[in-house]
């Protein structure tokens, strides 16, 4: 059996040990660039690498991107085979955030062609709370053979979304807090609002109180209800830097509404060209 959307603490644990399996830990603070890797080094899931969001799930930023730009995906597929990783492996990637920042690996691969990667629902606090167990150990690693198969249609850039948006063939969803995408605050960003016409969807509501995704029923009857006429193929998903995004793309598949995009660059890109109109309050 193949996993390819979510998978539990359950059922990985009952196959952390089979030799075609690779975890990868991707904990991440945006406060903090290195409190995930501290985080890995003191206790991880047995066997796991890690995989920075930064250096390893993103490109250098520049004046014209957004704070987290898609990765070289070359140079993603090398590191990739470093870690273990082939086109046959079953990949698993969690973090502390119930997928806030692991859901960036999961929809990376998926471009990249790779359909077997699932995410650990409620991430390393439901592992360790169901009393499974961490280790400091770190991983022996025999490299492998990834080939990448780059489906460059997984994302839009920004001309696509103003084009989409115009012609209205696109619903775009903004996965930031609704304070954020009202403009009433902005931490990260330097400018704070949204971009016209897009609704507001936080990451946050497709999880329970546990942090753990809602049904796929629940998440459909949402999704569905946000997204009125349109085709799972016609919604893109956006954010502050295209991270969490990956959150709401992902329960739409769990939620059998396959096929939604990505904007990767987001926000933070979005306002890079003062061209661009920006929106504030509640309202799309």
């Not at 949204?194 to 942090?211: I, S, T, Y």
């Not at 987001?266 to 309202?283: D, F, L, M, P, Q």
């Amino acid at each position: 059996m193949s996993y390819t959307t979510l998978i539990s603490a359950t059922d990985l644990a009952k196959n952390l040990n089979k030799p075609d399996w690779v975890i990868f830990d991707c904990r991440f603070s945006l406060a903090d660039d290195q409190a995930g890797f501290r985080a890995y080094r003191q206790g991880h899931l047995a066997g796991a690498r890690y995989a920075d969001l930064n250096k390893d799930l993103s490109s250098p930023v520049k004046s014209y991107t957004g704070r987290h730009p898609l990765p070289d995906f070359s140079e993603l597929s090398r590191k990739l085979g470093a870690w273990g990783v082939s086109n046959r492996s079953q990949i698993v990637v969690y973090d502390d955030a119930s997928g806030a920042f692991a859901g960036r690996m999961w929809w990376l691969l998926r471009a990249m062609g790779h359909q077997n990667v699932a995410l650990l629902d409620g991430g390393i606090k439901q592992w360790q709370t169901q009393g499974l167990a961490v280790t400091a150990v770190l991983p022996k690693i025999a490299p492998a053979q990834f080939r990448c198969y780059l489906d460059q249609k997984q994302w839009l850039i920004a001309s696509d979304v103003e084009n989409g948006l115009a012609a209205k063939t696109i619903t775009l969803i903004d996965a930031r807090t609704p304070e954020r995408y009202a403009g009433l605050q902005e931490p990260i960003d330097p400018i704070a609002g949204h971009v016209p016409k897009a609704l507001n969807r936080p990451f946050q509501a497709n999880l329970d109180q546990n942090g753990l995704f809602l049904p796929p029923e629940e998440l459909k009857k949402q999704f569905l209800a946000l997204i009125d006429a349109k085709r799972p193929e016609q919604v893109v998903h956006m954010c502050g830097s295209g991270v969490t995004a990956c959150h709401n793309l992902l329960a739409m598949e769990v939620a059998g509404l396959a096929g939604s995009k990505l904007y990767a660059g987001s926000w933070s890109e979005w306002i890079v060209n003062k061209n661009r109109t920006v929106a504030k309050g509640t309202a799309a």
